[in-house]
């Protein structure tokens, strides 16, 4: 039987899928990814709150990539509003980006499963070693591509939704450094494997400090940052048909 506080994710991220999917619809096509995999995110924590706890331990080690990949998502959405994105080279680190998250998975999620048994070797904790240094290699990646989005010469003040864009970019620095307390605890408790960190077994208010409450937070700090730019679109294409009546007219 699951604990309150895997019960209490369980019935917490249900109603958050809701706003999520709405958020989807709404950032479509610039935000797609983004809010794809914070959805994706809000799903596995769902699904971590329901299955026996003997699963829910291997589901928790991979919960931080769908995570990752939302803020990456957003972040290059935030990006785009700003002006001054040249697409062909930001397509491709975002595609070495999501190779690496997914390589990571795998490794942790092997490691993982393989020490549940009690026949693991040697190299399966390497495995597990590997990936979660890979996760954490990534959030901080992401860490300073956020920072470089900073740079003046990283966006244009005149881009029509540039206010929007930037209200993006303030959430995702700010979730970056909430769930980052989460990626350190993670890297900590899979690498030292003391019960007392465990994401599942282990001492309640360690699990609600160090796991729980940053994936919260950083989720609500993208949902309010979502529904306050929900028409970032629509509020583009009118100031974009805007400038081109004024330049036609001229």
């Not at 369980?10 to 950032?27: D, F, G, K, Q």
């Not at 190299?123 to 003046?152: E, M, R």
């Amino acid at each position: 039987m699951n604990g309150p506080l895997l019960t209490a994710e369980l019935a917490i991220y249900a109603v958050l899928c809701v706003p999520v999917l709405y958020l989807l619809v709404r950032h479509s096509p610039a935000g797609l990814f983004g809010w794809f995999y914070l959805l994706a995110f809000c799903t596995l924590r769902m699904v971590v709150g329901a299955v026996p706890v003997s699963s829910a331990g291997t589901l928790s080690s991979v919960g931080l990539s769908p995570l990752l990949l939302a803020a990456a998502g957003i972040l290059h959405e935030a990006r785009f509003y700003r002006g001054r994105v040249n697409r062909t080279p930001e397509r491709t680190i975002i595609a070495a980006f999501h190779l690496l998250v997914i390589v990571a998975v795998g490794l942790v999620g092997k490691g993982a499963s393989a020490l549940q048994s009690d026949h693991h070797t040697s190299k399966d904790i390497s495995l597990l070693n590997a990936g979660i240094g890979l996760l954490t290699a990534a959030w901080v990646i992401l860490c300073f591509w956020a920072g470089v989005s900073y740079i003046p010469g990283q966006n244009d003040a005149s881009a029509p939704a540039h206010r929007q864009g930037t209200i993006l970019l303030y959430s995702v620095t700010f979730s970056l450094a909430s769930f980052g307390i989460r990626v350190f605890y993670t890297l900590v408790a899979l690498t030292t494997r003391r019960p007392s960190l465990s994401p599942i077994t282990g001492s309640l208010a360690v699990r609600v400090v160090l796991s729980f409450l940053p994936e919260l937070v950083a989720t609500l700090a993208f949902l309010a940052a979502g529904m306050w730019t929900r028409n970032a679109l629509r509020i583009r294409k009118e100031k974009e048909k805007e400038n081109y009546s004024g330049v036609t007219i001229s």
